[in-house]
């Protein structure tokens, strides 16, 4: 057949699709360490965010309402994802009692705060997303700008970050995307969790999602940030007294120890089964996608890892304080796995859920002889800044990988697109330049 120049009406079609493609997943720019400390001075997380504590409580409550309502009116009102039936921020108020002291009881209400991008999919193709961070804090913590400062400021600024993304139009959602600040994470307070009462978490597990997933086959998962900012890489910075790690997580004790235990990893905490495994390989993807990039454009030179900590039966059957210290992070619910009813069996029904963390306690902070003000914590690190940005842009790549399939193992990440759009191009030209 003669080689022709001519280009036919399907060739322009087929290229014209693949840019639109493209460009619907793949965006410009990044969330930079200036954002992050700009929404850290925003609002004063130095205090306790403890429900007795009125005016610490009120103070993050009040920004949260603020700064995420203000993402979805500008979405709304930009008309580029709907009208307010497509974005909603929604307050989800419930009952619940925290310990007063440690024999008196005392009910209180608390308050979620969400964030809901609907996609584009029908409700039946839907596989929601949910990134979630915790806002309250026991009064005894000792570093509340990480436990879960840090967490709230990931939340914030990746739902900006998305709303912006959607406003100038480069990312399209096709799944629902969910962000939730989320109260009362009671397993983690100093006098425990009395009987019959409810952590935010498990109020959204237990009362929206059953809502949300009404005609929806799918949930495609949640991502827990808490407690990702300390970054310290000293030798034997990374606690291992009284955990256990050696039983509970052995295969991430030998990586702790090959880097001879330095707190400079970030944990993913799952469990080793079908539900999990998708979640945790998209933000693998994503880290690997934006490590390069992250790096070569830092403030400050860092090379953080990223550790694997997976639940198996023998992680219950160690009764290690390190396994049930995990447990009392906010992905537990979603795994049917209520704190303080912690059993030795290995939750198996529910929904599949990733924690994000940098182990809390068993990481030592520079600043905690000193106490972790946010000037010491964020102004005076930069390396805790870096840590953090990476983690969140990490999850930035991650939350359009599942773009693409809210539970496929092989989903493309945002790299991916580069290279399947150069493969898929290369088609397209040959066959503009042979027809």
């Known amino acids: 057949m003669e080689k022709s120049w001519k280009i036919s009406t399907q060739s322009v079609a087929l290229g014209v699709l693949i840019l639109t493609i493209r460009a619907s997943f793949v965006s410009s720019g990044e969330i930079s360490t200036k954002s992050l400390r700009g929404i850290f ?28 309502s203000s993402f979805v009116s500008t979405v709304t009102s930009s008309g580029k994802a709907g009208g307010a039936e497509h974005n909603q921020f929604l307050q989800q108020n419930f009952e619940t009692k925290v310990f007063h002291t440690p024999t008196m009881e005392r009910n209180i209400t608390g308050t979620n705060y969400l964030v809901v991008f609907h996609g584009s999919k029908n409700a039946s193709e839907d596989a929601p997303l949910v990134i979630l961070a915790n806002y309250d804090t026991d009064e005894s913590e000792v570093n509340p700008v990480d436990d879960n400062g840090s967490g709230i400021v990931a939340l914030v600024a990746l739902a900006e970050h998305v709303s912006h993304q959607i406003v100038t139009g480069k990312l399209v959602l096709e799944r629902t995307l969910i962000f939730a600040a989320t109260d009362m994470a009671l397993g983690k307070y100093e006098y425990g969790l009395p009987d019959g009462a409810r952590t935010g978490a498990e109020a959204l597990v237990q009362l929206y999602l059953p809502q949300m997933m009404q005609g929806r086959s799918r949930f495609g998962g949640a991502i827990v940030l808490d407690s990702i900012m300390n970054y310290n890489d000293e030798e034997r910075s990374q606690s291992q007294y009284g955990g256990l790690f050696d039983k509970a997580f052995p295969l991430a004790y030998q990586e702790m120890s090959k880097r001879n235990f330095k707190g400079d ?171």
């Open 265 to 435: 990893f970030l944990a993913m905490v799952f469990r080793d089964d079908e539900l999990d495994t998708p979640l945790v390989q998209a933000f693998e993807r994503g880290w690997r996608s934006t490590s390069k990039s992250m790096r070569s454009e830092a403030e400050v030179d860092i090379d953080p890892a990223l550790v694997r900590f997976s639940y198996t039966q023998s992680t219950f059957n160690a009764h290690a304080p390190s396994a049930i210290h995990f447990l009392h992070s906010e992905q537990a619910p979603f795994w049917n796995h209520f704190v303080p009813e912690i059993h030795r069996k290995l939750p198996t029904k529910e929904f599949p859920a990733l924690l994000l963390t940098d182990t809390e306690k068993y990481r030592k902070a520079e600043c905690a002889s000193s106490g972790c003000t946010i000037t010491k914590m964020v102004t005076d690190a930069p390396k805790n800044v870096e840590f953090l940005k990476r983690t969140v842009n990490a999850l930035y790549a991650t939350i359009i990988d599942l773009q693409v399939d809210g539970n496929r193992n092989s989903a493309p990440t945002t790299a991916g697109y580069s290279s399947l759009f150069s493969i898929v191009t290369g088609i397209v030209m040959h066959r503009v330049l042979f027809l």
């Open 41 to 68: 001075q925003e609002t004063n997380l130095e205090v306790s965010r403890d429900p007795a504590t009125y005016e610490g409580r009120q103070g993050i409550q009040s920004f949260l309402s603020w700064r995420l």
